[in-house]
């Protein structure tokens, strides 16, 4: 992984919801963090593999992916892995964000995504699981 950048996974079956997911964030979600690299995931077994891989400093995961949600394959990771990247999950309805809370996700998006409150979010995490910041 490049120092340089922080490696973010963005995990749906549809490619319209990790665009939306990825605009909302952009590529510096703040000034004090490190620029974000994107890696798409659009199957579950996409997202073990890169994090089997160690190329992902954080996962963002649709809660709402077919066939298998985000939210399960979060509380997966959590559950079976040592050292499991930080996890956001994204939800449709602001109702489910007790779901995501069930997932063990660090941090919770509700669609439809407002930039400035995705941006600060992911920051917080990037910020929370002591990712170097921009100047080293």
């Keep these: 992984m490049s120092t340089s950048t922080s490696n973010v996974l963005v995990f749906s079956h549809r490619q ?15 000034p004090d963090i490190r620029s974000v ?12 593999g890169e994090v089997d891989a160690g190329n ?8 709402e992916a077919q066939p298998t949600g985000g939210m399960g394959v979060s509380r997966q990771l959590k559950n079976e892995l040592a050292s499991c990247p ?9 109702d489910d964000r007790w779901l995501a809370t069930w997932s063990q996700a660090d941090a919770v998006l509700v669609h439809p995504l407002d930039p400035l409150t995705a941006a600060e979010s992911v920051a917080e995490v990037l910020r929370a699981h002591a990712l170097p910041t921009a100047g080293g």
């Design 56 to 63: 992902a400093d954080l996962l963002i995961l649709d809660g």
């Design 16 to 30: 319209e919801v990790r665009e939306a997911i990825i605009t909302a964030i952009g590529r510096r979600p703040s």
């Design 86 to 94: 930080p996890t956001v999950v994204t939800v449709r309805r602001k």
């Design 37 to 48: 690299h994107y890696i798409e995931a659009s199957t579950v077994a996409e997202v073990i």
